[in-house]
């Protein structure tokens, strides 16, 4: 079995979240998405219910082993690693993510809030630290990054919690907060959440807001405009999802944006994204 073989077809046009989109400086792209390749390829791996879990950790360590130049068993892996080797960039993002891609092989819960994101530390952090080194921008931008890359990380959780659960026996609802609520892992598996349910995910939206507000200055700080556009429609995207968290039901009802909804956001948002910008430059 390799790395082909788990692979889900799934790409950048089908994630919640703008991946190198047209905002992104053409020359920014390549690097950008041959990052997207591997982690794509790594998630698919860990994600893969026909595969056990040695099997899965096996084929993570052969794409560790393509990007760290021992191997050239992963196209992914050996792409990625010519790119960063163009750029004089360190491969410690991308195998940080394989660190949270292990993790997917081998734990299914989540004690508690702090838990859950010692797990985006490595399993959302370091994307958004790959494209600010991409693009020249300083370390100093790392606390908003992280906060807004996990906050993006939690919604996806809360809007696939009832697929994660049914179809890989994964539960990111921290465990404490299930508990306080006197239900279990089990009612994510209705066909619609029971009104306690429903509060514990409203409850993790409402603490999710606060990663969100932590972020809003982010696209503010980032020197590149075109990469701080996509930023602001991200945030602008995010703190959208995060409210319909808040008051519907991720089992039952649909948490997802359409391609209209995009477009209508990131219209509106626009014109006060380039007042600022303006005004900061002022």
């Known amino acids: 079995m390799s790395v082909a073989d788990l692979q889900s077809g ?10 190198a989109s047209r905002l992104i400086a053409p020359r920014h792209r390549a690097a950008v998405m041959a990052f997207y390749r591997f982690v794509r390829a790594a998630d ?7 595969a056990s879990p040695e099997t899965r950790l096996a084929l993570l360590e052969q794409m560790r082993a393509s990007l760290a130049g ?3 068993a992963v196209p992914e892996g050996v792409a990625l690693r010519a790119s960063l080797a163009e ?3 360190s491969p410690i993002h991308a195998l940080e993510l394989l660190e949270a891609f292990r993790l997917d092989c081998t734990k299914a819960r989540y004690a508690d809030w702090g838990e859950l994101m010692d797990y985006c530390r490595y399993s959302a952090m370091p994307v958004g630290r790959f494209v600010l080194a991409v693009h020249g921008e300083p370390p100093s931008l790392w606390a908003m990054n992280d906060a807004l890359c996990a906050a993006l990380q939690v919604i996806n959780h809360l809007q696939d919690c009832g697929k994660d659960y049914r179809e890989l026996g994964r539960v990111y609802i921290p465990e404490d907060a299930l508990a306080q609520a006197g239900i279990g892992a089990g009612a994510l598996a209705a066909p619609a959440a029971a009104p ?4 514990v995910i409203a409850g993790l939206a409402r603490r999710n807001a606060a990663l969100l507000r932590q972020a809003r200055p982010f696209a503010r700080a980032i020197r590149d405009s075109r990469l701080a556009l996509e930023v602001d429609l991200i945030q602008t995207l995010a703190e959208d999802l995060n409210r319909l968290l808040e008051s519907r039901d991720p089992l039952s009802q649909p948490v997802h944006h359409s391609k209209a909804d995009i477009a209508r956001l990131f219209l509106t948002r626009l014109p006060r994204f380039a007042l600022r910008r303006l005004g900061s430059r002022a």
């Open 87 to 89: 750029r004089d960039l």
């Open 196 to 199: 306690g349910l429903k509060d």
């Open 70 to 72: 021992e191997s050239d």
């Open 44 to 50: 698919d791996v860990a994600d893969n219910p026909q």
């Open 10 to 19: 799934k790409s950048h046009r089908d994630e919640n979240f703008p991946v």
